[in-house]
């Protein structure tokens, strides 16, 4: 088991920034691909970022490619994600992901992931 739970949301005016983390505990976190989606009111849980468990690969949604970079400390069992230049449409409720992975694989779809944290609320003012 992978218990995650996420921190760092809150409210921001647009253009500004905000670093979520998504703390991990349990079975090695090492060995898993992190990701991050998000969930707007009314819509599907969608993609945002992955990272692979060696670190060394990432990719994003295009919708937020050049504005939020995902990162990982393997010595703290923490994932982040640093989002700037932020748009009130990033208003979402944020999840981190865990899927036990080989070295360099990204996990793209919600449904390959095994673990799931709480969420924590951004929201971005016009």
């Known amino acids: 088991q992978v218990q995650l739970v996420e921190s760092g949301g809150g409210l921001v005016q647009a253009g500004g920034s905000l670093r979520l983390s998504c703390a991990a505990s349990?079975?090695?976190?090492?060995?898993?691909?992190m990701g991050w989606f998000r969930q707007a009111p009314g819509k599907e849980r969608e993609f945002v970022a992955t990272i692979s468990w060696s670190g060394g690969v990432t990719y994003y949604a295009d919708s937020v490619k050049g504005r939020f970079t995902i990162s990982r400390d393997s010595a703290k069992n923490t994932v982040y994600l640093q989002m700037n230049s932020l748009k009130p449409e990033d208003t979402a409720v944020y999840y981190c992901?865990?899927?036990?992975?080989?070295?360099?694989?990204?996990?793209?779809?919600?449904?390959?992931?095994?673990?799931w944290g709480q969420g924590t609320q951004v929201t971005v003012s016009s």
């Open positions: 992901a865990a899927d036990y992975s080989p070295p360099g694989a990204i996990v793209v779809l919600t449904i390959d992931y095994d673990y």
């Open positions: 349990g079975r090695t976190f090492s060995r898993y691909a």
